[in-house]
């Protein structure tokens, strides 16, 4: 299964008009991906889109609900993602750090949403929210209300939106997520790094490592990719691959195989 589980939507800034449901199931399907993140589901209108565009045909997994005009793209599986950008201060610092979450469906989605709204958050704004809530504590939030969801710190190089950058971010998962950092299974290598440079670093020896687009536009999907390895694509199987395996060994039958 190749898995770009990183983009985003027509309503996040600087995102090409044409990233609808439709068209990012045409662009999957003719770069050969099988799994794809809906991105944005943080956003109320995107989130109207998702649940107006995908139906559930699988344990977390959604297809298009409906024949399209640019053809049969029934092949092209969903998954629910989004991503997350928390500013805040710690240590004498800003700290700017974007985050991955995966859901495992509408239901989950909602609450979460609900929730952010209830602590203060503008989801209208952008598709990716800007949130002043601190990565540790927007774990402990999320896997409050759902502890199957998974958080991926994102493109964990990026010098100024990253949970290692080097202008705002930490010099470790720990520093950054405190306690919660036991629940941080994966990271996102993003586009300024590889699994070979990333299996140098101590601090993500215990860690899988994937890859994703982070797309604006269709043309740039699978411009990275994660390859999973399992004999029947479900957001629990995606969670154990990203969940058991680290960079060294592989644990059971759902894995991560290697990043494109």
Request: charged share 25%; with cysteine; net charge neutral.
């Amino acid at each position: 299964i190749i898995a770009d589980l990183h983009l985003h939507s027509k309503y996040s800034r600087a995102v090409s008009p044409e990233m609808v449901i439709p068209k990012m199931a045409w662009w999957g399907k003719r770069k050969g991906i099988n799994l794809l993140g809906t991105g944005d589901f943080t956003h109320p209108l995107w989130l109207r889109e998702i649940k107006a565009n995908l139906e559930e045909t699988g344990e977390g997994i959604y297809r298009l609900s409906h024949l399209s005009d640019l053809g049969n793209l029934s092949d092209v599986q969903f998954l629910l993602s989004t991503e997350i950008s928390s500013i805040y201060s710690q240590g004498g610092k800003v700290r700017r750090i974007h985050n991955v979450v995966l859901s495992p469906s509408i239901e989950t989605v909602e609450k979460i949403n609900n929730e952010l709204i209830r602590r203060g958050c503008n989801l209208h704004s952008d598709g990716r929210p800007i949130i002043g809530i601190p990565a540790k504590d927007l774990v402990k939030i999320i896997l409050e209300i759902d502890e199957r969801c998974l958080i991926i710190p994102a493109h964990i190089w990026t010098p100024w939106f990253s949970v290692y950058g080097s202008q705002s971010g930490f010099d470790s998962i720990e520093e950054c997520f405190g306690e919660m950092s036991k629940f941080i299974y994966g990271v996102e290598t993003g586009l300024s790094s590889d699994p070979a440079m990333n299996w140098r670093i101590k601090d993500l020896n215990k860690r899988s490592l994937l890859s994703s687009s982070d797309a604006h536009s269709g043309p740039k999907l699978g411009r990275e990719a994660t390859v999973f390895e399992m004999e029947e694509v479900s957001y629990e199987n995606i969670r154990k691959a990203i969940s058991q395996i680290g960079p060294i060994g592989q644990i059971g039958k759902n894995k991560i195989s290697h990043t494109l």
